[in-house]
């Protein structure tokens, strides 16, 4: 297409916003669900934190972390993680489309199924966990002794980026395995409720075995130890150099791009086997 | 009586066809035990106060919580919440007979057939590979069948008081949504209770919660000694029988509500 | 150059045979036996600009796998398929953006909101320029009469009422080529007329291309210049509906009401179809035996009070065909 890469991306980010106002305002129509919703999932955050902050008590520390700086990987994977649940939801019903048949009027479409499906819907009720998220959070910047320099600040806003893309990979993975089977893995769910547990506390106080598999199969360390030890000011305890640190959000959205190659795959594969 | 125990069997059998779903969350409850073990020893690596609980006590207490996850009262009865979405709980509540009755043993056995479905490979599991203790005699051994028994009533009593709430639309929903995190705090499934600072301590034991995980896991490995059986069993009671009547009384006010607007 | 040029187009499946029993489950999911069904064996045709073609078939003949072949949702296994300048599977996002799809079982449109937002969504993925959009959305809603159902939310609308505006809906882009896969079906009677209605103005007064799949032979009877049969993955008639008429069986009705029940007709040249009562349906071959000739030997020989003649339904010329191909 001779058309410009700006014009198609403002021509997409505007059927995106279409979409998403119009999946608003269905959700909106019921604003009573929405509030009890949101006021449970705040709920149910607030208890898990309680929780920890128990057991900080009890214990003192968890192996030279602070409950302050469980706080900071806390708060990134929660903001994080509902950003991209809400952002997601399309992929995360995607076998629904796949079983129902109607993936083939996606494919009708003049558009990339990519987009089609990642505009289906806005899941407003997560923000909930998003506000308990940036509690906990704001909290652990405010209380912990580092000196936030605006770099840090930067880094930290990166971090959420890189993690809403690593999240929001592994839910176009998870849509993509619908074009080879019908039936729900429950990896998958493993796999994406998994990482938001574990990646609440720093990598390190799991077994070897288990930080690899969140450090090289899904990158969550990409979101926790790697880039807090820098902002911690932690840097030469553990075995990352500064420049990993820095440029650890990258690899969240080297995953997700590519899950949607894969994707592209998995549609190849759709129409060359038919439903 | 006869009548519960149709209701009871029938739903129970049609629960146990659904041995797919109950194998897939097989994986997930692993993962999930492995996770809460290995978060429990870096905590116990890390510091050298003695605690509530040793760390191989709270490794069998996970596992135990892992296996019988599906006692939690989570749902509201999935039929009768559809038929109150529908409208169709009108004709229900006219009928003749004990209503209540039917829905507790429903919701008893919307408990009990997906745990046992559940409890026993995850038990053989943990117990061959991942650190699950037997009970610390076999006296608590018996008393810790006992008080599940019990756990399982108590959760039923509260799944049906939850299912009922719902004929209170705008209430009932929100009790229906708010209640699984009440559940799994109280009940000790997130941290084992005598975690929770000493000020919690009073709280928890008065609500009926714990009875469901924290007291039965405690009896099984000892540190709730015979001597206090008694008192846990009639708090217990109490609070069965409150929350039985509770149930009844307000589901028979929603019988008269319908009854006197025309049905 | 035609506008739709279909050459020896093959598509295979491969099924998953599922094994009976909790063995056979097991088994299952360790090696898998796979049944190949030929859907399409080496289907060819070409369709000019402006035509409307019925496309019918027994189910399982491969409608559905050269419909979607056509609209570019499939990819076959071998032929060639230049549909509007395009390989349909090749430029998917560009070839789309030409054709309509109307699924009669199916709606494109949003479950939860009213038509009109749906209108306007399919605008925006399409593409469609405001002012070209506006004038097309109002002159299909004069059209199809669908001003009361607008603001109605799609879910609460009947099956009538929805085809019409999944009608509208397929044209929002001004596609030049519509495909219909069961329009009528499930329909009442008035609805039908007016879909049938529409189809026809459409395809005469605007020139668009028709590709018609239905069970139903009165769309075809209404609608259909020329009819491809397929059965099997084979075509197995292409051409006008006289053509079909004539190749299968060269055949009449001869439909007498009698004065009284229960009469036995005899006559060399005819075959007794059907008996009710007084009514008699015979059958003959106008070729034998010249219609007027027939007439005066029956009602000679008979007491007639009224009677007609007739082509065969279509369904026993396709039943025929189908047969044949068996």
């Keep these: 297409m001779a058309e410009p890469i700006w014009n198609r991306f403002a021509d997409a980010v505007r059927l995106y916003a279409q979409y998403s106002g119009v999946s608003l305002r269905a959700q909106m129509q019921y604003k009573f669900s929405f509030f009890i919703m949101s006021l449970a999932q705040l709920l149910a955050t607030a208890t898990e934190f309680l929780g920890i902050w128990a057991l900080f008590g009890r214990f003192g520390s968890l192996k030279g972390w602070t409950l302050a700086e469980v706080g900071l990987f806390y708060g990134l994977i929660g903001v994080t993680f509902a950003i991209a649940d809400a952002l997601a939801r399309g992929f995360d019903t995607f076998s629904e489309l796949v079983k129902s048949g109607d993936f083939d009027r996606i494919l009708l479409r003049p558009r990339s199924t990519a987009l089609q499906i990642s505009a289906r819907d806005l899941l407003l009720t997560r923000v909930g966990r998003l506000v308990q998220g940036i509690a906990v959070l704001g909290w652990a910047i405010h209380s912990l002794p580092v000196l936030w320099t605006l770099p840090k600040l930067a880094l930290i806003a990166a971090v959420i980026a890189g993690g809403v893309a690593l999240f929001y990979g592994i839910f176009v993975l998870q849509a993509t395995l619908s074009f080879w089977t019908i039936e729900t893995l429950e990896i998958m769910n493993v796999v994406t409720y998994g990482s938001t547990e574990a990646g609440q506390y720093p990598l390190t106080i799991y077994r070897p075995w288990f930080r690899a598999f969140f450090t090289f199969v899904v990158p969550v360390a990409s979101i926790n130890v790697i880039p807090a030890n820098l902002l911690l000011d932690r840097i030469g305890t553990s075995g990352w150099p500064a420049i990993c640190a820095w440029s650890s959000p990258l690899v969240g959205f080297i995953f997700l791009a590519a899950s949607l190659q894969l994707w592209r795959c998995g549609v190849g594969k759709y129409t060359s086997t038919g439903s | ?263 | 150059m035609p506008q739709i040029l279909v050459e020896n187009l093959v598509k295979t499946f491969r099924i998953a045979e599922r094994q009976p029993g909790i063995g056979g489950a097991i088994k299952g999911l360790v090696s898998r036996r796979y049944r190949t069904v030929k859907a399409l064996d080496g289907i060819s045709f070409s369709l000019e600009a402006g035509e409307l073609v019925g496309y019918i078939g027994p189910n399982g003949a491969g409608k559905s796998t050269t419909v979607k072949a056509l609209s570019g949702i499939l990819v076959p296994d071998s032929g060639k398929c230049v549909v509007l300048g395009h390989v349909p599977w090749k430029d998917r996002q560009a070839y789309v953006a030409q054709i309509g799809v109307v699924f009669g079982q199916r709606t494109q449109l949003w479950w939860d909101l009213p038509v009109v937002e749906s209108f306007d969504l399919l605008r925006a993925i399409y593409r469609v320029p405001q002012p070209q959009y506006a004038a097309k959305r109002d002159e299909l809603i004069a059209l199809l009469n669908l001003e009361p159902l607008l603001d109605v939310p799609v879910r609460q609308l009947s099956l009538g009422q929805r085809m019409r505006c999944d009608l509208a809906a397929a044209l929002i882009h001004s596609p030049s080529l519509l495909f219909l896969d069961e329009p009528t079906i499930g329909l009442d009677a008035v609805s039908k007329l007016a879909v049938r209605d529409f189809v026809r103005r459409l395809n005469r007064d605007d020139g668009v291309t028709v590709i018609l799949t239905t069970h139903d032979m009165d769309d075809i009877e209404a609608l259909c210049s020329r009819l491809i049969v397929i059965g099997g993955g084979h075509i197995l008639s292409d051409g006008t509906l006289d053509d079909l008429r004539n190749r299968v069986a060269r055949q009449r009705w001869l439909i007498l009401d009698l004065a009284q029940a229960g009469v036995v007709v005899e006559d060399p040249d005819i075959t007794v179809i059907a008996q009710d009562g007084s009514r008699v349906t015979l059958a003959f071959d106008p070729a034998m035996v010249p219609p007027a000739a027939l007439i005066s030997r029956i009602t000679a020989k008979y007491e007639v009070q009224d009677l007609f003649v007739q082509n065969p339904p279509i369904e026993t010329i396709i039943a025929r065909l189908y047969g044949e191909a068996q």
């Design chain 2, 1 to 263: 009586m006869s009548g519960y125990a149709a209701v009871f069997s029938a739903r129970f059998r049609m629960l146990l066809q659904y041995r797919a779903a109950a194998l897939a969350g097989f994986g997930t409850q692993l993962f999930w035990g492995l996770i809460r073990v290995m978060i429990f020893e870096a905590f116990f690596a890390s510091s050298s106060h003695a605690q509530p609980m040793r760390l191989d006590e709270t490794i069998t207490y996970i596992w135990l919580g892992q296996a019988l996850f599906a006692l939690l009262p989570f749902r509201t009865d999935p039929d009768v919440s559809q038929m109150i979405r529908t409208g169709s709980v009108a004709y229900e509540l006219v009928r003749p007979v004990d209503l209540y009755g039917f829905w507790y043993a429903r919701a008893v056995a919307d408990r009990v057939a997906p745990t046992v479905l559940r409890a026993i490979p995850m038990m053989i599991v943990a117990w061959l590979f991942l650190g699950l203790r037997p009970p610390a005699s076999w006296e608590c051994g018996v008393a810790w069948g006992i008080a599940t028994v019990g756990a399982v009533l108590m959760s039923g009593a509260i799944t049906a008081l939850m299912t009922i709430s719902l004929l209170w639309t705008m209430a009932g929903d929100g009790i229906a949504r708010l209640m699984p995190t009440i559940v799994l705090f109280f009940s000790g499934m997130l941290v084992p209770l005598v975690f929770l600072p000493a000020s919690f301590q009073p709280i928890v034991d008065a609500l009926p919660f714990r009875d469901i995980i924290d007291v039965p896991f405690r009896i099984y490995m000892g540190h709730l000694p015979p001597s206090q059986w008694p008192a846990l069993l009639a708090q217990e009671g109490i609070w069965l029988a409150v929350l039985i009547g509770l149930g009844r009384w307000f589901l028979s006010r929603s019988m008269r509500r319908l009854v006197v607007q025309g049905g």
